[in-house]
């Protein structure tokens, strides 16, 4: 009885979200008393799994060859299937990225159990463990139990602070299995291009919302990105207006962030989008409308149109 | 080409739920609830591919009899037919994703397209789980979607850009923001809606047992913010974040 660990993988790197999902197995192996595992496919596997060894798991299992060469859900899915039946986990935890969202209601599906998206933290029940997540855009934590034989869970990044390395020695093994037949194909990767640092990585982020009104206001945001080393960040709205590409979008529909500062320039505060930032640590709004919702989260609000106020910042933080 | 969209009924996301005081859900007085808007982007993209060459749109919901009002504005906007699994028992997405093949098996449509989450849960699972029940190819929160001869090449929304996949038909495909722009409404297509035909089955009658094993112990409410503070001008700003909040 133990704990699998799927690790990200893109392009032959480790995505660092995995490091979240390992201390949340840190979490779930002291409430269920049993330890974990991790298994890296994709091209580069054995490289990964190599810098995956220092970190507690018993064994990191590693598969590259040319099925799972390019993350597929209907290949990771069929590897994943073969080793949870091979090693008969308990528990099963990738990050709730959108490859973990992918990946795991597939095998949850392939395994025939139900599974938990966005888990934040676990503690011991009277059958098992319980699991909380959010629920209605963050406004409600639910408390789950699952009754199949096998949990199967996405872990948000945001709650678990990343784990390092403890320097220990864990088995690194080969896992191959035959996949079946696919009937599905990777084509390629059109990654944005940015020298921004990622939202769901980044210490700072500085998000535009209509306040911000068009490509001017957005460039202002951009040039304070850059000052202050930040991401960019949006809400749906101009997402919508098709002003910055969606993987920006901070929201229940797009990315959860918890930064150390989190910038909102002319962002109402609509559920949907609160959902995705407040867990921040601070919250800093402007806005020019002093009713505006995103003041009930702010830690600090100034009442401002943003193109004066976002010039001003900018020359006051240069 | 058949096209299965399956569609949910959800409290309006625009409102901020309640949690009944014992936990044991949400306060439902008084909410209106609404097809979740992820699944509007579904049914007009079914919508669009049955109009360009032709075919039906059908939609399936699974739970109480109010789904039916659901069925009905999503009739209203590009459905040709309805489907309702009527349950009352609280529904994981596994049993939902069984239902749904269960309905897929009696329609055996080319493609299924979905809405990538239900705006009240969240849980974004019952398509891929769905896929993998029917072993099926599975395109999840598309932005684009190219059908070619027994195949659809999908461009998927991921964490840092787009990327594409290319998956043999019949498949799954979730629909994400940018997929359209779903239509409104029209009055004559609302009046058109409610002589659709919407066929009802049971779970039993579908030779389905439910398993039910996700069980949600109570709801609590997530830790509330500190109130902030108001200030007066960019320099407050500035020198509060840097000696106060220390995060410039």
Not at chain 1, 112 to 133: F, H, Q
Not at chain 1, 199 to 223: C, F, M, N, P
Not at chain 1, 280 to 300: G, L, M, Q, T
Not at chain 2, 197 to 225: H, M, N
């Amino acid at each position: 009885m133990s704990i699998l660990v799927i690790a990200e993988l893109r392009e032959s790197e480790l995505k660092s979200a995995t490091f979240s999902v390992i201390a949340a197995a840190k979490v779930l192996g002291e409430v269920a008393g049993c330890g974990f595992d991790i298994l890296a496919a994709g091209a580069g596997g054995a490289a990964v799994a190599d810098q995956l060894k220092g970190y507690g798991a018993g064994t990191v299992y590693f598969s590259e060859g040319a099925e799972v060469a390019d993350y597929t859900a209907e290949a990771h899915g069929a590897l994943a299937k073969a080793l949870v039946g091979d090693k008969g986990y308990k528990y099963v935890m990738a990050a709730a990225t959108t490859t973990g969202k992918d990946l795991m209601p597939r095998l949850a599906g392939l395994l025939d159990e139900a599974m938990i998206s966005d888990v934040i933290g676990c503690e011991k029940g009277d059958g098992g463990v319980v699991y909380l997540r959010p629920m209605y855009a963050g406004n409600a934590i639910a408390k789950v139990v699952l009754s199949g034989n096998v949990d199967l869970m996405t872990v948000r990044e945001t709650a678990f602070d990343p784990a390092q390395d403890e320097g220990s020695a864990s088995g690194v093994e080969q896992f191959d299995a035959d996949l079946g037949e696919l009937k599905a194909r990777f084509i390629e990767f059109r990654l944005t291009k940015s020298d921004r640092p990622s939202l769901t990585e980044a210490s700072v982020i500085i998000s535009a919302g209509r306040g911000v009104k068009d490509a001017e206001g957005i460039a202002l945001v951009e040039k304070l990105a850059d000052q202050l080393g930040a991401a960019m960040g949006a809400s749906r709205a101009v997402v919508d207006e098709g002003l910055v590409p969606n993987d920006l979008q901070v929201g229940q529909t797009g990315k959860i962030v918890a930064p150390d500062l989190y910038i909102a320039c002319g962002i109402s505060g609509a559920i949907q989008h609160v959902a995705g930032m407040k867990d921040s640590k601070v919250i800093v709004a402007i806005n020019k409308d002093e009713e505006a919702p995103i003041f009930e989260v702010a830690d600090y609000g100034l009442v401002a149109d943003f193109a004066k106020a976002g010039a001003e910042l900018l020359e006051k933080i240069k | 080409m058949k096209i299965l969209v399956p569609v949910r009924r959800v409290p309006n996301p625009d409102v901020k739920v309640r949690l009944m005081k014992d936990g044991s859900g949400i306060d439902t007085e008084g909410v209106n609830f609404l097809l979740n808007p992820f699944d509007e982007f579904a049914i007009e993209q079914a919508a669009q591919i049955v109009e360009s060459s032709e075919g039906e749109v059908v939609l399936v919901s699974v739970g109480g009899a109010d789904c039916e009002e659901t069925l009905r504005a999503g009739l209203a906007v590009g459905g040709t037919r309805g489907w309702l699994v009527e349950t009352d028992a609280t529904l994981d997405s596994a049993d939902v994703a069984t239902l749904l093949a269960a309905v897929y098996k009696e329609e055996s449509p080319d493609l299924v397209i979905a809405g990538k989450q239900s705006v009240d849960t969240d849980n974004n699972q019952a398509a891929q789980m769905l896929a993998a029940k029917l072993g099926l190819p599975q395109a999840c929160f598309a932005y684009k979607v190219e059908l070619g001869d027994g195949k659809a090449t999908v461009e998927r929304e991921i964490d840092g850009g787009l990327e594409v996949k290319e998956v043999d038909l019949p498949a799954v495909i979730t629909a994400d923001l940018r997929l359209n722009q779903p239509r409104y409404a029209a009055l004559p297509q609302i009046m058109k809606a409610k002589r659709k035909e919407i066929k009802k089955s049971s779970p039993a009658e579908l030779g389905v047992e439910l398993a039910s094993r996700t069980k949600v112990l109570g709801l609590i409410e997530p830790e509330a913010r500190a109130a902030g503070q108001i200030v007066g001008s960019v320099d407050e700003l500035v020198e509060k974040l840097k000696n106060e909040a220390k995060v410039l």
